[in-house]
């Protein structure tokens, strides 16, 4: 790593490509995408960001792309750019040339965005732009080339049917981790490190989401409050992983730190997903500081307002939105998805708010060019592609919407779950089914198949699953808006006495509530997601939006760990992956088999079929899942109620395996009846004549 230390005067012209920096043995290569700009400046810095040692005018555009060749340059050279041209808002333009600027294709950043009055673009009174010149403490970037031994390296591409989501926060999950090192905690070593990785084995999840790393500057408003943005929603640079994730141990850099991570998770076999945010940046709206952007070129990077461009459009509640309808912000993007997949080596993507990336002129489109872009690119047409199908522009919510190949968060699954079990009374036979069976209505189209619904009880965004079943109310007090924050409609249907802690009948309730809500999960048709936590009984203590609390109301509490609940979750995991009728692969039909079985019998507990009536009352309900002879069918008996049911069992010679009671399940099997506790799930199976015996070994204590 080196900066220039002799005086450097010019530029050569170099290349418009490839976009960034980069070094080919004798110098660096910078490219620039700003199309409106009159010129653009490379600026030097010393190591540590603060010093502007040269500032270079770049000598060429080619196609709306600055380019410079900067001879003798060399990895670990910091840099920044500052871009010139008219400043006039009410025409979309704020270029600042006062303003250092962040490459947005930046590997590494150095510096950490402080709210301060300097990052504006214009004068407090709005009369016109800033002239303070924020050099010594704007974001810059650092010129990387980091090579790296992946070794035997290889992606897991665990199958649709076989995939179970985790969803979890790299600081978050390992803070507080007893086992692993304390200088290590909250950092991408700490993933890597074998304490975490064998409790992931251990669980039997297979793909691990993570929330967002990249590069992120939190919000003023939370600086202001003490705060910061721990979910990490506000990217800033989307090639360079969150440097705060990063130990600092010597001779460790924030790439290679990453790196180590997923070859780790590989060498487990699972996967790594991460969540990415591309609708939006941490430049907010028209009072937000200009990091990178806004100064380079604010009419091409975001989407504005029609009727008045200095306003920005404000589809994503962040304050902009990134107009991928443009060709070069597309390029970005796309740039930065296979840098993630080809030089990281992960395995897929969760698109916050992803209706925003495909939205033009006329809205929403399930064929809009990000999402043409995606289905033809050689890299990554072969990744996981999942989206959170809404956001709140107009016609943002757009659940079963994207094309084939891509999965959705399904909250439809999620609010009916919560319902059937909560607040039975409310719910019906009808609405379970539906969702239980993988939401055909949204995602039975174009051949898209039932894992294509992400299913799930709790996300970061919301009630943990121990919150859900012990809140009546959000208390969000700590995030400083009053309690006026968090999504009412995520709000639980408690059963209880909220934040009752020594009521013995109470807390009962409230277990025997979560391991039913996690065995409905892990045996519903689709694709599972766990929220990191709720295998362990975390609590945020009624936050429903905890994303700036980076303290012990997020950071998991592994030594008050309800090791009972985890030993239930492995099971239902395991479970699920032993009995093929648990994760069918494809839509069940109802339909008539020549033995006059079929493939999917919905019962009452009489045992008789549900009628049109019965299908739209609340109340517990039997599933027969046929499978392939070679398999063993499975009966599911849900009973939401508060008081036991007696189930008439279909024909067969059934063995109870699974109840999520808290008690053992019976040893034998029965032909006639069984009798389920309130508020509980049990699974039985008919065992092929060559199935090891496995009675009570995955019940439940």
């Known amino acids: 790593m080196a900066v220039m230390t002799e005086p450097v005067t010019a530029l050569r012209a170099g290349a418009p490509y490839p976009l960034g920096a980069g070094w080919d043995g004798h110098g660096v290569n910078f490219a620039l995408v700003a199309p409106n700009a009159h010129a653009v400046h490379l600026c030097l810095f010393d190591a540590g960001g603060v010093l502007e040692l040269a500032r270079l005018r770049m000598p060429a555009c080619t196609d709306g792309v600055w380019h410079g060749y900067l001879d003798g340059a060399a990895p670990g050279q910091v840099y920044g750019y500052r871009v010139d ?35 504006l673009d214009q004068t407090p009174d709005g009369a016109g732009p800033n002239p303070f010149d924020n050099a010594a403490i704007a974001l810059k970037a ?27 926060h790299v600081k978050g999950f390992t803070k507080l981790h007893p086992d692993v090192p304390p200088p290590l905690r909250g950092t991408y070593a700490a993933m890597a490190h074998p304490a975490v990785l064998d409790y992931l084995e251990q669980l039997g999840v297979t793909t691990v989401s993570l929330m967002p790393v990249h590069f992120r500057a939190d919000e003023m408003r939370l600086q202001q409050l003490g705060l910061s943005n721990h979910w990490g929603y506000s990217s800033i640079g989307f090639f360079a992983p969150e440097t705060r994730y990063w130990s600092g141990r010597p001779g460790s850099t924030p790439i290679g730190e990453f790196r180590d991570m997923v070859k780790a998770l590989h060498g487990r076999g699972l996967e790594v997903v991460l969540d990415v945010v591309y609708n939006h940046t941490a430049e ?16 091409l990077y975001y989407h504005l307002r029609p009727d008045d461009p200095a306003l920005y459009e404000n589809w994503t509640g962040c304050g902009n939105c990134l107009n991928l309808a443009e060709p070069r912000v ?3 993007v796309m740039d930065s998805l296979r840098y993630w997949v080809q030089e990281m080596h992960v395995d897929g993507f969760r698109f916050d708010l992803a209706p925003e990336l495909a939205r033009g002129a006329q809205g929403f489109c399930s064929s809009a ?12 047409a072969r990744v996981k592609l999942i989206a959170e199908p809404w956001d709140i522009g107009p016609g943002g919510y757009q659940l079963g919407n994207f094309p084939p190949g891509w999965l959705e968060w399904n909250d439809g699954y999620r609010d009916t779950m919560r319902a059937f079990w909560l607040r039975p009374a409310s719910s019906s ?29 709790t ?40 934040g009752a802690t020594g009521n013995a009948e109470v807390l009962a309730l409230r277990a025997r509530l979560q391991r039913a809500l996690l065995a409905t999960l892990f045996f519903s048709q689709g694709t599972p997601m766990l929220l990191a936590g709720d295998d362990i009984g975390h609590s945020q203590r009624g936050n429903n939006n905890a994303y700036c609390q980076d303290n012990d109301l997020c950071w998991l509490d592994w030594h008050g760990a309800d090791h009972g609940l985890f030993a239930l979750t492995s099971a239902l995991i395991a479970l699920r992956r032993r009995y093929p009728a648990l994760r069918h692969s494809g839509w069940y039909d109802g339909a ?17 079929a549900l009628d049109e009536a019965a299908w739209s009352r609340p109340g517990a309900i039997g599933i027969r899942l046929g499978a392939a002879p070679a398999h063993e069918p499975c009966l599911l008996l849900f009973n939401p109620q508060p008081e036991p049911v007696d189930f008439v069992l279909p024909a067969g010679a059934w063995r109870p395996v699974f109840g999520s009671a808290g008690d053992p399940v019976p040893a034998q099997e029965t032909d006639g009846s069984m009798v389920v506790p309130a508020h509980a799930v049990l699974l039985l199976v008919i065992p092929n004549k060559n199935s090891s015996n496995d009675q009570n070994t995955l019940e439940t204590t």
Not at 599 to 608: E, S
């Open 85 to 119: 041209g008219p400043y006039a808002p009410e025409q979309g333009q704020r270029f600042n040339p006062g303003k250092v600027l962040l490459d947005p294709y930046a590997r590494m950043v150095i510096g950490e965005y402080r709210a301060q009055d300097g990052f």
């Open 142 to 168: 650092q010129v990387v080339h980091d090579s790296y031994d992946w070794g035997a390296d290889a992606p897991p591409r665990v199958a649709p049917g076989d995939t179970v989501l985790y969803e979890l």
């Open 284 to 299: 907010t709206d028209e009072f937000g500081p200009t990091l990178s952007f806004r100064g380079i070129d604010n009419a």
């Open 330 to 332: 597309l390029q970005l």
């Open 369 to 380: 060019a990000f999402l043409a872009a995606l289905r033809q690119d050689p890299v990554l």
């Open 429 to 457: 036979r009808g609405a379970f089914a539906q969702r239980f069976a993988g939401s055909s209505e949204k995602f039975q189209k174009n051949g898209r198949l039932p894992t294509a619904s992400v299913n799930f009880v």
């Open 459 to 498: 996300a970061h965004d919301g009630f943990t699953l121990r919150d859900l079943v012990s809140y009546d109310h959000k208390h969000n007090e700590a995030n400083g808006e009053d309690n006026r924050d968090g999504h009412h409609a995520n709000l639980s249907w408690n059963c209880g006495v909220e």
């Open 592 to 608: 008539a088999r020549a033995d006059g079985t079929a493939d999917i019998l919905w019962r009452g507990p009489d045992g008789a």
